[in-house]
């Protein structure tokens, strides 16, 4: 059943069906982007320097992007020996690497214009999820992140062309004349529910009768989208993503983001008596 709407479509308009997976791909990467900046904005209405969190949003998000590139460049650079321009300008991003970069420019951002940084930062991770969940739907049509092959009822076939196909492909798993990947997880499609599970979970926890203290929702997002992505690592079949002694590049950064934010948690569990 993978790629159904893409091959309806190529049959339709004579587009070739990857070229349709991929348009789709940047479509839906550049709404969830939309979400989260529309949601965020609300957020901030009755802020008297929106305007200026919104702007170091906006500023940071290149920032997020060369973080979103910084795990790849590691990754091929560890695996070919040497870092070349080649392997700098030419290859995929990591949401991880990317959201880690983007959070920590923003509060690098509001510190030099003098902002508490929790207003906006916990803005943004309240809504990540949502803008995620769009994300990994354009991951589908895209093709990318897909997942292990399974023969379970759930299993999508990807066509000629796309990273699963490939990766087949040259593994020598496919028939002759294969004109689609094996059937595999489709591991996108699980972590938009899981995103979309985590959305509900810091949505209702903030609505709770006197909210969260500053930075406690981008603690929490940070803590599930940890949890979540260490397990569907297990679903993921892409092996350009790094596997090393058994765990996925992503979920040793996981382990690492789940770490420290239990330690944060921890650490401020117990407030002072005299704080207000």
């Known amino acids: 059943m993978g790629g159904l709407l893409a091959f309806v479509l190529s049959r339709a308009t004579g587009i070739d069906a990857f070229a349709i997976l991929q348009a789709g791909y940047l479509f839906l990467s550049l709404a969830g982007m939309a979400v989260v900046f529309f949601f965020t904005r609300r957020e901030l209405s009755a802020d008297p320097a929106r305007g200026r969190y919104l702007l170091i949003f906006l500023a940071s998000l290149p920032v997020g992007l060369a973080g979103a590139r910084l795990i790849p460049i590691i990754q091929d ?77 759930l299993g999508v076939r990807f066509p000629a062309g796309s990273p699963a196909y490939l990766q087949h492909k040259a593994d020598g798993i496919l028939p002759p004349g294969a004109v689609a990947s094996l059937p595999v997880h489709p591991s996108q499609l699980y972590e938009a529910v899981g995103d979309l599970a985590l959305f509900a979970i810091l949505l209702a926890v903030s609505k709770r009768p006197g909210g969260l203290p500053p930075g406690r929702a981008a603690t929490l997002y940070l803590l599930g989208y ?51």
């Open 77 to 153: 650079a560890f695996t070919a020996g040497r870092l070349t321009f080649g392997i700098i300008t030419r290859g995929g991003l990591v949401f991880y690497g990317g959201a880690l970069a983007l959070l920590l420019a923003m509060r690098l951002g509001c510190r030099l214009c003098r902002l508490s940084p929790w207003p906006l930062v916990d803005a943004v991770c309240r809504y990540a999820p949502l803008g995620h969940a769009f994300g990994r739907l354009g991951c589908f049509f895209g093709g990318c992140c897909f997942g292990a092959v399974t023969n379970g009822p």
């Open 226 to 276: 940890a949890v979540l992505r260490f397990c569907l690592e297990f679903w993921r079949g892409d092996a350009i993503r790094g596997i090393y002694y058994g765990l996925a590049t992503s979920q040793y950064v996981a382990l690492a983001v789940a770490a420290g934010a239990v330690f944060v948690l921890l650490r401020t569990r117990v407030r002072p008596q005299n704080h207000p």
